[in-house]
Protein backbone atom coordinates (compact mmCIF):
# COMPACT_ATOMS: atom_id res chain seq x y z
CA UNK A 1 0.00 0.00 0.00
CA UNK A 2 1.36 3.64 -0.62
CA UNK A 3 1.66 6.26 1.94
CA UNK A 4 -1.31 8.53 2.67
CA UNK A 5 -0.89 11.92 3.73
CA UNK A 6 -1.52 13.00 6.75
CA UNK A 7 -2.03 16.04 8.98
CA UNK A 8 -0.73 17.44 12.16
CA UNK A 9 -4.28 16.51 13.98
CA UNK A 10 -7.08 14.00 12.29
CA UNK A 11 -10.15 11.84 13.88
CA UNK A 12 -10.41 8.45 13.53
CA UNK A 13 -12.65 5.25 14.71
CA UNK A 14 -11.24 2.67 17.70
CA UNK A 15 -13.98 -0.19 17.23
CA UNK A 16 -12.19 -2.39 19.67
CA UNK A 17 -13.09 0.44 21.87
CA UNK A 18 -16.54 1.91 21.00
CA UNK A 19 -15.20 5.28 19.84
CA UNK A 20 -15.97 7.23 16.83
CA UNK A 21 -15.03 10.31 15.05
CA UNK A 22 -12.17 10.76 18.36
CA UNK A 23 -9.63 13.53 17.97
CA UNK A 24 -6.30 12.56 17.22
CA UNK A 25 -2.65 14.32 17.26
CA UNK A 26 -0.02 12.86 14.69
CA UNK A 27 3.58 13.15 16.67
CA UNK A 28 6.69 12.09 15.48
CA UNK A 29 8.35 12.23 18.25
CA UNK A 30 6.04 9.54 19.88
CA UNK A 31 7.15 5.78 19.47
CA UNK A 32 3.49 4.59 20.14
CA UNK A 33 0.18 5.31 20.18
CA UNK A 34 -1.56 6.72 23.63
CA UNK A 35 -5.15 6.49 24.38
CA UNK A 36 -6.70 8.87 27.37
CA UNK A 37 -8.02 6.52 30.03
CA UNK A 38 -10.27 7.97 32.98
CA UNK A 39 -9.61 4.77 34.80
CA UNK A 40 -7.25 1.81 34.36
CA UNK A 41 -6.73 -1.08 36.78
CA UNK A 42 -6.22 -4.64 37.25
CA UNK A 43 -9.11 -6.75 38.31
CA UNK A 44 -10.02 -10.83 38.67
CA UNK A 45 -12.78 -11.94 36.72
CA UNK A 46 -13.47 -15.12 35.80
CA UNK A 47 -10.27 -16.39 37.43
CA UNK A 48 -8.24 -14.40 34.86
CA UNK A 49 -6.20 -11.29 35.69
CA UNK A 50 -8.14 -9.00 33.19
CA UNK A 51 -7.53 -5.25 32.65
CA UNK A 52 -10.83 -2.87 33.24
CA UNK A 53 -10.41 0.37 31.22
CA UNK A 54 -12.60 3.36 30.66
CA UNK A 55 -12.10 5.25 27.91
CA UNK A 56 -11.74 8.92 27.50
CA UNK A 57 -12.54 11.23 30.61
CA UNK A 58 -15.99 12.67 31.34
CA UNK A 59 -15.35 16.32 30.11
CA UNK A 60 -14.85 14.84 26.48
CA UNK A 61 -18.39 14.69 24.36
CA UNK A 62 -17.67 10.95 23.40
CA UNK A 63 -17.21 9.96 27.33
CA UNK A 64 -19.77 6.76 27.38
CA UNK A 65 -18.05 5.45 31.20
CA UNK A 66 -18.26 2.07 29.57
CA UNK A 67 -16.01 -0.85 30.88
CA UNK A 68 -13.89 -2.52 28.84
CA UNK A 69 -12.11 -5.77 29.82
CA UNK A 70 -8.99 -7.15 28.48
CA UNK A 71 -7.10 -10.21 29.24
CA UNK A 72 -4.49 -10.13 26.73
CA UNK A 73 -2.22 -7.00 27.71
CA UNK A 74 1.49 -6.13 28.55
CA UNK A 75 3.04 -3.55 30.76
CA UNK A 76 6.28 -1.97 30.20
CA UNK A 77 8.47 1.24 31.62
CA UNK A 78 7.47 4.26 29.68
CA UNK A 79 9.29 7.86 29.62
CA UNK A 80 7.34 10.71 29.32
CA UNK A 81 8.29 13.71 27.40
CA UNK A 82 8.89 15.68 30.42
CA UNK A 83 11.68 12.42 31.30
CA UNK A 84 9.74 10.55 34.20
CA UNK A 85 9.96 6.77 33.69
CA UNK A 86 6.35 4.97 34.63
CA UNK A 87 4.96 1.97 33.53
CA UNK A 88 1.95 1.86 31.57
CA UNK A 89 -0.48 -0.96 30.18
CA UNK A 90 -0.86 -1.39 26.26
CA UNK A 91 -3.34 -2.81 24.87
CA UNK A 92 -3.90 -4.28 21.07
CA UNK A 93 -6.82 -2.68 19.03
CA UNK A 94 -7.62 -1.30 15.65
CA UNK A 95 -7.86 2.12 14.15
CA UNK A 96 -9.31 3.32 11.38
CA UNK A 97 -8.14 6.44 8.96
CA UNK A 98 -8.67 6.64 5.56
CA UNK A 99 -11.42 4.18 5.20
CA UNK A 100 -8.24 1.79 6.47
CA UNK A 101 -8.24 -0.65 9.29
CA UNK A 102 -4.58 -0.85 11.20
CA UNK A 103 -3.86 -2.50 14.12
CA UNK A 104 -0.83 -1.21 16.61
CA UNK A 105 -0.67 -0.78 20.63
CA UNK A 106 -2.18 2.13 22.79
CA UNK A 107 -0.52 2.89 25.92
CA UNK A 108 -3.01 3.58 27.93
CA UNK A 109 -2.66 6.74 30.23
CA UNK A 110 -4.33 9.86 31.37
CA UNK A 111 -4.50 12.49 28.86
CA UNK A 112 -7.27 14.48 30.67
CA UNK A 113 -4.51 17.70 30.96
CA UNK A 114 -3.98 17.37 27.07
CA UNK A 115 -6.13 18.79 24.36
CA UNK A 116 -6.40 15.35 22.42
CA UNK A 117 -7.26 12.43 24.22
CA UNK A 118 -5.41 9.90 21.55
CA UNK A 119 -1.72 10.36 20.23
CA UNK A 120 -0.55 8.54 17.23
CA UNK A 121 3.20 7.50 17.09
CA UNK A 122 5.71 6.60 15.07
CA UNK A 123 5.15 3.07 15.29
CA UNK A 124 2.06 3.33 13.46
CA UNK A 125 3.00 6.33 10.95
CA UNK A 126 5.82 4.48 10.04
CA UNK A 127 5.80 3.12 6.19
CA UNK A 128 2.27 3.90 6.43
CA UNK A 129 1.84 8.30 6.31
CA UNK A 130 4.23 10.97 5.53
CA UNK A 131 2.92 13.90 7.65
CA UNK A 132 2.43 17.36 6.65
CA UNK A 133 2.02 19.72 9.25
CA UNK A 134 -0.11 21.94 7.20
CA UNK A 135 -2.93 19.89 7.35
CA UNK A 136 -5.34 19.00 9.52
CA UNK A 137 -8.77 16.64 9.20
CA UNK A 138 -7.53 14.63 6.10
CA UNK A 139 -9.16 11.30 7.04
CA UNK A 140 -11.90 13.17 8.60
CA UNK A 141 -12.64 15.25 5.30
CA UNK A 142 -12.63 12.12 3.25
CA UNK A 143 -15.21 10.54 5.45
CA UNK A 144 -17.17 13.10 5.19
CA UNK A 145 -18.00 12.65 1.32
Given at each position: MDQLLIGRKDKADFPDFGLTNIDVKIDSGAYSC???C??????ELNDKQQLEVVFLND???EFTGEKY???NFKSKKVKSSSGHSQVRYF???RIVLFGNEYQTYFSLSKRSSMKTPVLIGRKLLNKNFIIDTRKVNLSDNLKAK
Open positions: SIDRSVKMIDRPYFSIFG
